[in-house]
């Protein structure tokens, strides 16, 4: 157990994801919330989930926005890069009211099966659209479902990235060794996510606002004597409904209420981190899974040095 805590007084952290992915979905196939009702083709447009998706970016960030400013919260939004290019404007809005732009892929797809080129493309093309936007480089990366490759870390630590968000295994922030030299691990959630709570485990609002309670309260204890991070995903189309705003709302008052509270941004999690004499490490698992495959004979992609 490690005994470290946050600078500046701060006991407990809260940090908030709010991705912006609509209108970066592939244009055909299923998804959504309809899927359930009708057997497809998937050759065809299905114009309500495409009405569906729309609704992240006409209504549901904005409205977030309005709850984070609120509470005097700033978070980070990792941006697919293609919802960029569909809305600059609310990536930019993101930026300006003092959120951080971080990056999610170019398109809102899986990148586990790119070699290094295509994969390192992929990548620089998200940059790209975000600072197109922006004016921002993201230095944070989330991919899509988590799932990246043996070389998305070294990728990432080439374009100049300082952190990366796809590892759930701990509830503080770490480092491991890419190259022989840093890279922060700020954990996500998936438990605190509402596209699995809301999505998948049909949870009601009420159930995920206790849930978000339990999980803090907890937490909040242990960080009397160590450090803790409580990490929540929210959704553009998803979170953004105007009774769940209204619900998580409720709970943002709830935490705000405790001494020591503090929400952060990833990228400032991160610097706190690099920033740490005696920092919190593991082993890097992307590397220690491609030295297993090549000793394996079972190497899919090609790794990079």
């Known amino acids: 157990m490690t005994t470290a805590h946050w600078p500046d007084g701060i006991r407990l952290v809260i940090s908030i994801s709010m991705q912006m992915e609509a209108g970066g979905e592939a244009p055909y196939g299923p998804g959504g919330p309809f899927s359930g009702f009708i057997d497809m083709d998937p050759s065809y447009p299905d114009f309500p989930t495409k009405s569906w998706y729309k609704y992240g970016y006409r209504e549901g ?94 990728i990432l630590q080439d374009l100049g990235f300082r952190y990366f968000i796809d590892d759930v295994s701990r509830d503080e922030p770490f480092l491991i060794k890419v190259r022989d030299r840093d890279m922060a691990i700020v954990p996500y959630t998936l438990n605190l996510n509402d596209i699995i ?55 943002l008052e709830y935490a705000a209420r405790h001494k020591g509270v503090a929400f952060l941004r990833k990228d400032r999690i991160a610097e706190i981190v690099y920033a740490d004499p005696d920092p919190l490490r593991d082993v890097n698992e992307h590397e220690a899974w491609a030295a297993w495959e090549r000793a394996n004979g079972r190497q899919k992609i090609t790794p990079v040095a």
């Open 61 to 154: 960030i904005q409205r977030m926005l309005d709850l984070w400013d609120k509470f005097g919260i700033k978070v980070t939004s990792h941006m697919v890069g293609s919802a960029v290019d569909r809305a600059p404007e609310i990536a930019r809005e993101i930026v300006e009211r003092g959120h951080e732009a971080a990056a999610h892929g170019r398109d809102w797809v899986q990148q586990y099966d790119l070699e290094y080129e295509a994969e390192r493309k992929f990548i620089q093309d998200n940059i790209d659209s975000v600072r197109r936007a922006t004016g921002q480089t993201p230095i944070g990366y989330n991919g899509a479902a988590m799932r990246g490759t043996i070389n998305t870390l070294k």
């Open 197 to 251: 709570q809301f999505e998948a485990y049909k949870f009601s609002t009420l159930e995920f606002e206790q849930q978000l309670k339990d999980e803090f309260d907890q937490l909040y204890e242990e960080a009397a004597v160590r450090r803790r991070m409580m990490a929540i995903s929210t959704h553009d189309r998803i979170q953004g409904r105007p009774y769940r705003v209204r619900s998580l709302g409720r709970f």
